[in-house]
């Protein structure tokens, strides 16, 4: 089954600390990962797209990552105002036979003064 | 700022009435999109129009409806409310072409309330 996860579902960083979120999917023929932002009650924010092995974007502190199974955002000295869910999603053919953006559960980022 | 609008911000109402949630999609976007979120579903797609055609659906319940008109703003209409349809409604646009799958867009959403 076409799926996207992501991990964890939360982190907790010391302002400067880097680390990584992570999703992995198993679509056959990807069309394209995309990486959203999402403060608390507000739209998620476009900040990536990613379409092939090996593609690497970066804006400001964040970089995302591509591999066959998986796609990785780096975050590097992190700020406070850096704290947000971390969306990824995926195409995925639904149930209906049409293709549909499906999101992961979201990384919850947290970012300690 | 993305360039999608949805009004109203905040919708509160009661059980069983109907409410209609209207978006604007950015200049030059021909699709809309429809998603619900709630706090134990995540974000969740409805349906997606297409230059006033509908092209995709997902898990949209019979009770929901939505159109693209010519101008290409969209309504989502949502009849016969239930408590469990208290969540945020957003609206997201693209420019959708065939080759590959475009980033969309969302607007600042709609948090409904069912009471």
């Known amino acids: 089954e076409d799926q996207v996860t992501q991990s964890p579902e939360a982190l907790r960083l010391q302002e400067g600390e880097s680390s990584s979120l992570n999703c992995s999917y198993t679509?056959?023929?990807?069309?394209?990962l995309f990486w959203y932002r999402q403060d608390p009650g507000k739209g998620p924010e476009f900040l990536f797209t990613?379409?092939?092995a090996g593609e690497e974007k970066e804006k400001e502190r964040l970089k995302a990552t591509l591999t066959k199974k998986e796609s990785f955002l780096h975050i590097t000295a992190p700020k406070p105002e850096d704290s947000a869910t971390y969306l990824c999603?995926?195409?995925?053919?639904?149930?209906?036979?049409?293709?549909?953006?499906?999101f992961g559960t979201g990384t919850r980022l947290t970012i300690i003064p | 700022d993305s360039g999608v609008t949805q009004t109203p911000k905040h919708l509160i109402t009661a059980t069983g009435q109907r409410v209609t949630l209207r978006c604007s999609p950015r200049?030059?976007?021909?699709?809309v999109y429809w998603y619900q979120q709630s706090l134990d579903q995540g974000l969740q797609f409805l349906i997606q129009?297409?230059?006033?055609?509908?092209?995709a659906k997902g898990n949209i319940l019979e009770r929901f409806s939505a159109q693209q008109f010519p101008d290409l703003h969209s309504e989502l209409n949502l009849s016969s409310l239930e408590l469990g349809d208290s969540a945020l409604y957003f609206c997201?646009?693209?420019?959708?072409?065939?080759?590959?799958?475009?980033?969309?867009?969302f607007g600042p959403g709609t948090r409904l309330t069912v009471l």
């Open positions: 997201a646009s693209s420019r959708t072409s065939g080759a590959s799958y475009n980033e969309q867009f």
């Open positions: 679509v056959s023929g990807l069309r394209g």
């Open positions: 990613l379409y092939s």
């Open positions: 999603a995926v195409p995925i053919i639904s149930n209906f036979g049409n293709e549909k953006l499906t």
């Open positions: 200049s030059g976007d021909l699709s």
């Open positions: 129009y297409y230059n006033g055609e509908e092209r």
